[in-house]
C-alpha cells in the first residue's frame, strides 16, 4: 500500500479541495475531488478512500452538505457558522507533525485508516512530545475563556531549554495558528493593552486558571474583532501589505504554490512551465523564491527582481569559488 505524499493526510487534503473549488452552487461529485486530489496535491486516491473520509469529515463535525442531502454532490456549507475549533484543519495538521507517540499513532489511524501517513523524522524532532497536551489545554481555556498560567522557555547554545523567569506568566488566550512549522497562541497579558504571541511547544507547566480571560474586544486593535490573518502576516511575516508578483514556475511546483498561498495565487499552465499571479506580502514570496531557486524566475515587479538579483551577486561574493 502507498504512503501518501510527505505529511499531507488525505482528510486535509479533502478539505482543501472543498474549501477551494466547492461551493452551493457548485458542488463536487467523488470524482471531481478525486481529480482535484491529483491536479492540487499529486495525491492518487481511491473512490472508497476518498467516501471514508468524506464520512470521516462528517462525523468531526465540518458543516459538510452530501450528495445524499442536496442530490449533487459535496461542499461546506458557509451558513451553519464557523468550524469548531477542535476540528480547524490546524488541529489535523497538528497530529501529522507531532513525533511518534501512542497518541499520535492513534489519531493518524482514526484519520487516515486503511491510508498510511509518513512524518519525517526532522517534524518528529521539531515538534516536542508534550505538544497534545499544550494544545488541548489551550483550546480548552479558548472555549471556556479562561486565563492560563505557564512557564515561558528560551532555548540554550547547547539546545536544552531553560525557563525565562522562575515565575509564571498569566495570560488571556484567543487563538491558536500555525507558521514557520510551529504553533503559536494569541493572548493578552494583564496591564499590557497589545495582542502577543508565545510558541506552544515553548510553553510549559500550563495549567487553566479559574480568572475570566480578557474579552479581545476590549483591546484597541481588536475593537472590530481579531483578524487572525492580519496579526500573523504583521507579526511573522513582518508585513500585512499584499503585492501582486508574477512568478515563471517549473510545472511541478503547482501544488507548492498552492499550499504557500491558497486563494492568493492564480496559476496559468504555459507549455511545461505555469505562471503564477501572487496577490501576497513580500515576505512570503521571498521566501517561496529563495526554497525554489532553481525551479523559479520572478518576473515583476521589476524592482523586486533587481532586488533579489542583488542578493543572489551578494551571495556568489561572500561564497566565492575554491
Known amino acids: 500500500m502507498a504512503e501518501t505524499k510527505g505529511k499531507k493526510a488525505l482528510s486535509l487534503c479533502i478539505l482543501r479541495v472543498l474549501e477551494q473549488h466547492a461551493g452551493k452552487t457548485n458542488p463536487l461529485s467523488t470524482r471531481h475531488i478525486i481529480e482535484y486530489l491529483a491536479e492540487d496535491h499529486g495525491m492518487i486516491a481511491e473512490r472508497k478512500a476518498v467516501g471514508r ?13 452530501t450528495y445524499q442531502e442536496n442530490g449533487k454532490g459535496y461542499y461546506l456549507r458557509t451558513d451553519a457558522g464557523s468550524v469548531p475549533h477542535e476540528h480547524d484543519p490546524a488541529a489535523l495538521d497538528a497530529y501529522l507533525r507531532a513525533p511518534r507517540s501512542e497518541r499520535t499513532e492513534r ?15 526532522a517534524e518528529c524532532r521539531r515538534q516536542p512530545e508534550t ?59 494583564s496591564g499590557y493593552g497589545r495582542l502577543l504571541h508565545y510558541r506552544c511547544d515553548l510553553m510549559e507547566q500550563l495549567a487553566l486558571t479559574e480568572t475570566p480571560a480578557r474579552a479581545a474586544e476590549t483591546l484597541i486593535e481588536c475593537r472590530d474583532g481579531l483578524d487572525i ?16 508578483h508574477t512568478v515563471l514556475c517549473a510545472e ?38 529563495v526554497e525554489n531557486l532553481r525551479h523559479t524566475t520572478l518576473l515583476a515587479p521589476a524592482w523586486r527582481r533587481a532586488q533579489i538579483r542583488e542578493e543572489l551577486l551578494s551571495a556568489l561574493s561572500t561564497y566565492p569559488q575554491g
Open 131 to 189: 505538544l497534545f497536551g499544550t494544545l488541548d489545554l489551550l483550546k480548552e481555556a479558548i472555549e471556556k475563556q479562561v486565563q492560563v498560567s505557564f512557564l515561558y522557555a528560551v532555548v540554550q547554545t547547547d539546545g536544552r531549554k531553560k525557563p525565562q523567569r522562575e515565575t509564571p506568566f498569566t495570560v488571556s488566550p484567543y487563538a491558536l495558528f500555525l507558521a514557520e512549522g510551529y504553533y503559536y497562541v494569541i493572548v493578552s497579558m
Open 229 to 244: 490573518p492580519a496579526y500573523v502576516n504583521r507579526t511573522i511575516y513582518l508585513t500585512d501589505v499584499k503585492e501582486l
Open 53 to 65: 473520509n468524506l464520512l470521516l469529515l462528517l462525523e468531526m463535525g465540518f458543516p459538510l452538505s
Open 107 to 121: 489519531e493518524i489511524a482514526r484519520l487516515q485508516d486503511p491510508v498510511p501517513v509518513y512524518v519525517s523524522d
Open 252 to 289: 511541478h511546483l503547482a501544488g507548492a504554490l498552492l499550499d504557500s498561498f491558497g486563494s492568493a495565487v492564480q496559476l496559468r499552465p504555459e507549455g511545461e512551465t505555469i505562471r503564477a499571479e501572487i496577490d501576497a506580502p513580500w515576505e512570503m514570496v521571498h521566501r517561496f523564491l
